[in-house]
């Protein structure tokens, strides 16, 4: 009897521990990394829900810029939430500010984080190594995010020593206006991490849809061969670009037809995503480069930021 009850405890005490394993993390510290247009936007939506937020990059100059591009961001917020209510509208920048804070030094602030999102530059070698200088200094609970667009989730997650609690949110910009995030899964991701990077993206307001991680996730896999697709229309003379933009917004009910939606996101942006998705399948027709956009990146014409891509910008 006394074995019995011994071994009742014993698988009660083992039952609970699993339980607590098994139990979702609740992020409340986020330490976003890269103060640009995305990081920032990740860092303003998170600081807006409550969460405690340190923005990092690598100058004081750059999180100057990034914090000035919140507050106008956040006044543009509150012209809409709180048209009629213009006190409320203050308080609400107020905390949100106040929930917001910047560091130049990644490894002084993750040693006190729930989740780390990476929004750096789109280079393999480079978001390899700040994951696995991060790796170090990091709790064991913490989890590692990346707002990559176009890179393997999985390599990335491979520069660490938390796979399991390594991750996708893919972003969209402009990050406070946009509702989509993508939550990417590896096969080494716990179903742990994934549901608790479900319930951050839900927490902080947007709308998360899951996948594999598979090249481009779901949006830019379908997005990114239809502009290449276009691009290759154009270039065997089938039709003009002008025709091939008006046809998709007035035939499809696209906001941008392919051509201006290239200038907008970047030449440069999207050859970067097509070379390095040529290169892991390099047999796909989909993937295949493009003379002309390689080109017109060649040519620095990167679209609307250089002041001409497909299209002349004034």
Same mark, same amino acid.
């Given at each position: ?21 098994? !139990? ?13 247009? +995305? ?59 106040? #929930? ?13 984080t729930d989740l780390v999102i990476e ?10 190594? $700040?994951? !696995? ?24 997650? #491979? ?28 096969? +080494? ?30 949006? #830019?896999r379908l997005l990114v061969p239809y ?26 009910? &696209? ?5 201006? $939606? $290239?200038? &907008?996101?970047? $030449?440069?942006?999207?050859? &970067? ?9 390099? #047999? ?7 003379p002309l956009l390689n080109k017109l990146?060649?040519?620095? !014409? ?8 497909? &299209?002349?910008?004034?």
């Open positions: 009897m006394a074995f019995a009850t011994r071994h009742f405890v014993r698988t009660a005490a083992s039952s609970a521990a699993a339980t607590a394993a098994a !139990k979702k993390l609740v992020v409340k510290h986020v330490t976003v990394i890269g103060g640009g247009l +995305m990081g920032a936007g990740i860092a303003q939506v998170a600081a807006a829900s409550g969460h405690t937020v340190v923005l990092v990059d690598q100058s004081d100059e750059i999180l100057k810029k990034s914090t000035k591009g919140i507050e106008e961001s956040l006044k543009r917020v509150t012209k809409k939430k709180f048209a009629d209510k213009p006190e409320a509208g203050a308080e609400f920048i107020e905390k949100t500010l106040k #929930n917001l804070s910047t560091s130049t030094d990644a490894v002084a602030v993750v040693h006190s929004a750096i530059v789109e280079n393999q070698e480079i978001k390899n190594e $700040l994951f !696995k200088r991060l790796d170090k200094f990091a709790p064991e609970h913490t989890i590692f995010a990346s707002n990559t667009s176009s890179l393997q989730i999985t390599q990335l997650a #491979n520069s660490t020593t938390r796979q399991d609690r390594f991750g996708g949110l893919h972003f969209f910009n402009p990050v406070p206006m946009m509702k989509l995030v993508e939550v990417i899964k590896t096969p +080494m991701t716990s179903q742990k991490t994934f549901e608790s990077l479900v319930d951050f993206s839900k927490a902080v307001g947007k709308s998360p849809v899951s996948c594999k991680d598979t090249p481009g996730f779901i949006v #830019n502009m290449m697709e276009a691009v290759r229309l154009f270039e065997r003379g089938d039709a003009s670009k002008e025709d091939i933009d008006v046809a998709m917004k007035l035939g499809a009910g &696209y906001p941008m037809g392919p051509f201006e $939606l $290239l200038d &907008y996101v970047g $030449l440069d942006t999207s050859k &970067y995503i097509i070379d390095g998705w040529h290169s892991l399948e390099p #047999n796909n027709p989909l993937f295949a480069p493009s990146v060649q040519e620095k !014409k990167l679209g609307k930021k250089t002041g001409e891509g497909f &299209y002349k910008y004034k």
